[in-house]
């Protein structure tokens, strides 16, 4: 046992070195259970900002080749010039792609076939929200949520089994970044429709784990589903609304991205045999 008193330079030196100590093991730990997926291809999709930047990072610095995907590919652009500052063992290679236009999904899919062989871990994080209310929304706001949430990660899904077969890839694996609402509907009209794709996504991925099962393959499928994350997602579902934007996390303490990387390494790094399916995170101070 190890005892430190007083605020001296020896002790604040000592404290510094166990912080670092510590910090190295649980990085060497991390590194232990995501060895098998080192060099290995990872697509994440909505990877410019939040939860995806904060994943296709972290896989890069992990050692894997890691696909960005993003209509706004300078910022992904951006994140890979870090990476390679850094000095991670991996590579973060941004891709521009719209989620709404299947024919540059496929094309997404073929590029990374003909540069990178295929996708061996697909990580579906994209996904928008409009505050279009079931009885006064508008079709078109509806129709983007659909298209992005259920469409696009449907098709990034499909795609990304179909280039593990093909190359008799057995354990790969698809995760999903589904929502606290893909689970019981909130009492907020502006978020209904939002509700209902991740309500689809919790079907999707229990779907997806029933058809591989069916395929007698191990390639797994998880749903990953977040409360409130620190990012800009909330800000920009309320961007015309100044004062509800103001409060989005005065409320509790919200998750953070990388609470949602820590829960993507921690099933990715589960051995091959163990399918972890949902993880449901809640932030510690919230009521419900």
Known sequence: MLYITGHSSLTLFILVILSLFFRACLNTGVR???ERWRGRVALVTGASVGIGAAIAVELARLGMKVVGCARDVGKIQKLAAECQSAGHSGVLVPFKCDLTNEEEILSMFAA????HRGVDVCINNA???HPEPLLSGKTSGWKNMMDVNVFGLSICAREAYQSMKERHVDDGHIININSECGHHVIPLADVHFYTATKFAVTALTEGLRQELRA??????????????VKTEFPLRLY???PDIKARAFSAYKPLEAKDV?????YVLGAPP?????EVQMLATEQKS
């Open 127 to 129: 996904g928008l929200a």
């Open 32 to 34: 232990a259970v995501m």
């Open 261 to 265: 990387v820590n829960a993507v390494i």
């Open 112 to 115: 990374i076939k003909e540069q």
């Open 215 to 228: 395929e007698n393959t191990h390639i797994r499928a998880t749903s990953i589903s977040p409360s409130l």
């Open 273 to 277: 045999h163990v399918l972890i399916g």
């Open 239 to 241: 961007s015309n609304n």
